[in-house]
């Protein structure tokens, strides 16, 4: 029976693949960027706070721009396309 194991550095280069490991243990947070194109509901929860909200209210065009940063963001709106969500670089 084969065992899996751990990918190491050199196992990617050898498959052609650039970039870094990332060992478990570190937090990359993930930023995320909200926009209005026309007015909704929005409710966002941020690492899966059990609690309240990280943000929820009605959102229009003239609000602008909302920012959220996290490991796990989670965003519900009633109307898909009345938002833009993008994924920024993290950092």
């Known amino acids: 029976m084969r065992r899996a194991e751990p ?3 050199e ?8 970039g870094k490991i990332l060992r478990r243990g570190i937090k990359r947070l993930n930023r995320v960027r909200d926009q209005a194109t ?4 929005i409710k966002v929860v941020v690492d899966n706070e059990r609690g309240k909200p990280a943000f929820e209210r009605w959102i229009s065009p003239a ?3 909302v920012n ?21 670089a993290s950092s």
């Open 7 to 9: 990918v190491r550095q």
């Open 11 to 18: 196992d990617l280069a050898k498959a052609g693949v650039r």
């Open 38 to 41: 026309k007015e909704t509901y």
């Open 63 to 65: 609000d602008g721009t």
């Open 68 to 88: 959220f940063r996290g490991q796990h963001i989670a965003v519900r709106v009633l109307d898909r396309d009345a938002v833009q969500i993008r994924k920024m």
